[in-house]
C-alpha cells in the first residue's frame, strides 16, 4: 500500500515535470489517452487490408473520444452517398456508446427508441458503427465503415477496432 | 496484359498530346467522359417525349459522375413539390451506384438499411431514380423523374437512360 | 488537327480494349483520372510533414474532382472548430477552380461577390484551400487545411499539393 | 343593358362548355400565363448562345411565378459551385421582384437591407439574377446565371430575358 501511495507520488511528480513544456505555452489541449492521428493511421490500415481481402471499396471514418472527425479513407469505386453514411455510424457509435447494430435493434417501428435517427442532424442505425476501445478498456472514439452489405461493413469496422485492442 | 500496359501507355501518351493546348489555357477543369450538356439534353428530350406518350407531366433531373446537377425540365402542371424529388432521386441513384427501387427494396422496416434516408441531407427510396451508363460501360451519372405513379416515373427514367446507351 | 482526331479514336479503341474485364463485372464506376486514395494519402503525408515542421497543428481535408471528401487527417491538438473549415475550404475551391484566397479577395464587402459564403451550404473565403493539379494538368480534387494562421494554413496546402505535380 | 346580359349568360354558357374536359380531370393545376418549360428552352438556348459567344462556361437557371425551379442547364466547365448560386439568383430575383444587382445594392453593410441573405435559406446579393416579363408585362418567373464575373452573368441573363419580351 505505502509502495504504492509512493509511485502514485513519483508518477504525479514526473507528470508535472514532463508538463512543464505545456504549461509554458497555454492549457493542455487534448484529453491525455484520446486517439492519436498514429492510432487512427493504423486503424485506417488494418480496415482497408480488410477490405481489399473482401473485395468491397469502401469509405471508412474514425471519430475521437468527443465524437468528432479524426480520420477517414474513401477507397476507389466506393459509394459518394457513404461519405456521409461512414461517419454517422462512428458518431451514432460513439454518441451512445453502442455498435450501430445494437442502437438499430431498439429502434425499429414498434421497439423503445423507433425514431431517434431523426435526432442528432441524422443518425445510422444499421451495422458498420463500433467503437474503438484501447488496451486500457477506454472507449477512445468509434469507426464507421460503409460501401458493401451491413455485413461487410461491420467486418470492415471489426478488423480496424481489433488492432488497438 | 503487356500489350495492355503498353496501350495505356500509348493513350496516355496521345492524351497529353492532345492536351496541350488546354495546358496555354489553365488546367483542365473537367474529367474526360462526363456527361456532356449535350447529352443531357438529349436524354431531356427522350424522357420528355415518354412523358407525353403517358400523358404524366414530370420534373426530370440530370446529374454528373460526381452527383451534381447538369440539368433539369419540370414540364407544365408537374407536381412542384416533385422538383426536390426528382433531384434527390438522381442524387441517391448516383451516390449509391443503384437504381432508388433496388435501394428502397433493402431499406424497408426490418430490411438491412433500414433508416439510410436519414443521410445525404435525404435520399429517396423508390423507383425514378436510374444511373447514366454510356457506351462505354461508365457510370456518367443518374436521372431522377418524379410527377406520376413510380413506374411511370421509372418508365420515364429509363426512356431518358436508353438514349445514351 | 486530323493527327489529333486519329489519335483520340486510336486512345478511345484502346481504352475500349481495355475496359473489357469491367465489362464482366458492371460498369465502371470512377470516370478515369479522378483523384486515388494512394494520392490522397501521399497528400497527406507531405502536408503533415510541412505541418509538423511549423510546428502547427492542423486539419487536412481532400475531395475529389467531384467535390466529395476523398481523405481526412486531424492532427493532435488541432482545432476541433477547423475539421469543417478545412473541408469546406476544399469544397469551395473545387466549386469555384480557384484558390480560397483568390476566392476570398473578391467577395469583400464592396466587392463584386459579397455575401458569396451564404451559397452552397456555407463558403470559406480565407487561405488554406488550394487546387490540385496533375502532372497531365488536369484538375482532380483540391486539399483545404486549417489550424493556424491563413498564411500557415495556405503553405500546409501547398506543400501537399506540390506532390502530385 | 338586356343585350348585355344575355352576352354574359352566353360568355358563361362557354365558359363552362370549354371548361368541361378540364372538370372531369380535376381542378387547373397551373396559373394561366405561367412560364412554360417550351419558354424556358428558347430562354435557356439563348442565354447558352451568349455564354458561348463571350466564352464564359455558365449555369444557368429558371424559376416559374412562383419562384419554383422550372429548367436548369450547366455547360462544360462550369463551376459546380455555381449551381446553387445560379438557381439562387433566379430565385432572388422573383422572391423581390427586382435584379440581384438592385437588391444587392441596398444590402451593403451601413444599407437599408444589410443582412439579408440570412433569410429565404440563403440569396445572392450580386448581379446575374433578372426578372422575366413577357409581352403582357407580367413578370413570369426569372433568370440567374454564375460562372464568370458578376457583368458577365448578367449579360447572359439579359439575353436570356429578352427572347420573351
Same mark, same amino acid.
Given at each position: 500500500m505505502r509502495k504504492c501511495k509512493l509511485s502514485i507520488v513519483l508518477a504525479l511528480a514526473l507528470t508535472l515535470f514532463c508538463a512543464l513544456p505545456a504549461l509554458a505555452e497555454g492549457p493542455v489541449k487534448t484529453l491525455s489517452g484520446d486517439i492519436t492521428l498514429a492510432?487512427?493511421?493504423? $486503424?485506417? =490500415? @488494418? =480496415? %482497408?487490408?480488410?477490405a481489399e481481402a473482401i473485395k468491397v471499396p !469502401?469509405?471508412?471514418?474514425? %471519430?475521437? @473520444? &468527443? &465524437?468528432?472527425?479524426?480520420?477517414?479513407?474513401?477507397?476507389?469505386?466506393?459509394?459518394?452517398?457513404? $461519405?456521409?453514411?461512414?461517419?454517422?455510424? @462512428? !458518431?451514432? @457509435?460513439?454518441?451512445?456508446? !453502442?455498435?450501430t447494430r445494437t442502437l438499430g435493434s431498439v429502434s425499429q417501428p414498434g421497439q423503445p427508441l423507433y425514431g431517434i435517427e431523426a435526432s442528432n442532424d441524422g443518425l445510422i442505425l444499421f451495422a458498420g458503427g463500433v467503437l474503438l476501445v484501447d488496451a486500457n478498456n477506454v472507449i477512445i472514439g468509434a469507426i464507421g465503415v460503409s460501401g458493401g452489405s451491413v455485413d461487410e461493413d461491420e467486418s470492415v469496422a471489426f478488423a480496424g477496432a481489433a488492432v488497438i485492442k
Amino acid at each position: 500500500m505505502r509502495k504504492c501511495k509512493l509511485s502514485i507520488v513519483l508518477a504525479l511528480a514526473l507528470t508535472l515535470f514532463c508538463a512543464l513544456p505545456a504549461l509554458a505555452e497555454g492549457p493542455v489541449k487534448t484529453l491525455s489517452g484520446d486517439i492519436t492521428l498514429a492510432q487512427a493511421q493504423k $486503424i485506417l =490500415a @488494418a =480496415a %482497408v487490408k480488410k477490405a481489399e481481402a473482401i473485395k468491397v471499396p !469502401m469509405n471508412i471514418a474514425i %471519430v475521437d @473520444a &468527443g &465524437g468528432n472527425l479524426k480520420a477517414f479513407y474513401r477507397q476507389e469505386d466506393a459509394f459518394i452517398g457513404s $461519405i456521409d453514411i461512414s461517419i454517422k455510424k @462512428a !458518431m451514432t @457509435a460513439r454518441y451512445f456508446n !453502442m455498435s450501430t447494430r445494437t442502437l438499430g435493434s431498439v429502434s425499429q417501428p414498434g421497439q423503445p427508441l423507433y425514431g431517434i435517427e431523426a435526432s442528432n442532424d441524422g443518425l445510422i442505425l444499421f451495422a458498420g458503427g463500433v467503437l474503438l476501445v484501447d488496451a486500457n478498456n477506454v472507449i477512445i472514439g468509434a469507426i464507421g465503415v460503409s460501401g458493401g452489405s451491413v455485413d461487410e461493413d461491420e467486418s470492415v469496422a471489426f478488423a480496424g477496432a481489433a488492432v488497438i485492442k
